[in-house]
């Protein structure tokens, strides 16, 4: 006789509810600290292992590669299996990528740690978002869609900060920042373990591993300007993935780590911040005010890498990262509007395929690119997608269409 997790009652559990979402957002802050914890190391093994600016564009390209293709056939796995299994899979996966970056020494080590990596970044992101939205309180009604969108960009960015403290000013630079994530992965884990199940397990997971993708017929029309924001926004975080070390220290004069991490986490954290802003206006009105504001700051961050400008480099990645997260928020909230338990993991497998073909694509092309022009015209490349992304945004956004969905949330589970 097979044995499940017990699922839990939503109307009549809050209480254990809350320890679900808790529990969930902690682990998806873990998943994702430890994918950023990476970036301050980047500096390193170009000094002292020789790799290039094109070598580490390639590990961006791997990871992102390893996440598209993990969420293309294990998207709708949670469906199935249930949030938390898939959600510990996730979790375990990402620390035997970090066992592997302990002894990175070549490039394809690094590829190796990264590609696993993104395979438990790309179960994690279609397993544990779900998770939050099960377990999320009705009230108030962005929360969400925020702490399943920016509790990523929050983890990346802690996670790339204490890397760089660690990097700079601990001892064993090149491991402890992996031993300290392994230690809140295994503490995730935990969470996890006893935290209640919020979907039944159901036949069809062999099934659900074909590649499908797509969202739910009455949000459909909200999807190419979600693309539009998902892609731009997300471009730019992979350019500060692969480019930033190298840039932090050609261009702005400066080989610290943990300016590297936090210039990094300028981009990423804020965006946690701006999201809740978002939440005070429709979705189409959020998506265009944050689009602007993150074309904006853009454009300080091209203009602070051509004069050399520390400061302004600092403030207009604050200024795009509060941008992104008013956007990207935005849009998440429009594509789960009524949403029901069986929607949310295929929702979000598109939302992410959308934000790493985004991070993707460009970081390929940059680093071909690398090997001819300067950071600083792969920078205005990067701001002419910004650019476009915004154009599309402000004139093509939609709000969901009216609809009743005060019961949506109640029909999670039976």
Known sequence: MRRTAPVINMAREPRTLRLAFASAVVSLMAAFASVGSTIPLF???????????????????????????????????????????????????????????LDVHDIGTLIAGRVLMGVGA???????????????????????????????????????????ALVQFGP????????????????????????????????????SLRPRVGVPARVRHLLPVAAAVFLSTWATGAFYQAFVPALVEDQLHTRSPLIVGLAFGAYMGPSALGAPLGGRFTPATAQRLGMLAFLAGMIGIIAAIATGTLVLFIIATIVAGAAQGIAISAATRGLLDGSTVADRAPIFSVIYLLCYIGATIPALVGGQLSHTYSLPHIALGYGALALLGTLFTVVAARNPHTRTTRNSRRGRTR
């Open 43 to 101: 500096n390193i093994y170009r000094a002292e292992e020789g790799f290039t600016n094109a070598g580490i564009s390639v590990t961006v390209v791997a990871y992102s590669a390893a996440t598209l293709g993990t969420l293309l056939v294990l998207g709708r796995l949670s469906n199935h299996l249930g949030r938390r299994p898939t959600s510990i899979a996730s979790l375990s996966l990402l620390m035997v990528g970090c066992l592997l970056l």
């Open 172 to 207: 064993w630079p090149r491991d402890l920042v992996f031993l300290v994530v392994l230690a809140l992965l295994v503490l995730s884990v935990t969470l996890l373990a006893v935290s209640p199940e919020t979907v039944p397990r159901v036949p069809g997971a062999w099934r």
């Open 122 to 164: 790309g179960l994690a992101s279609s397993s544990i978002p779900s998770y939050i939205v099960d377990a999320a309180p009705a009230k108030p009604a962005w929360l969400a869609s925020v702490a399943s969108s920016q509790t990523v960009m929050l983890g990346l960015a802690v996670g790339a900060i204490a890397s760089g």
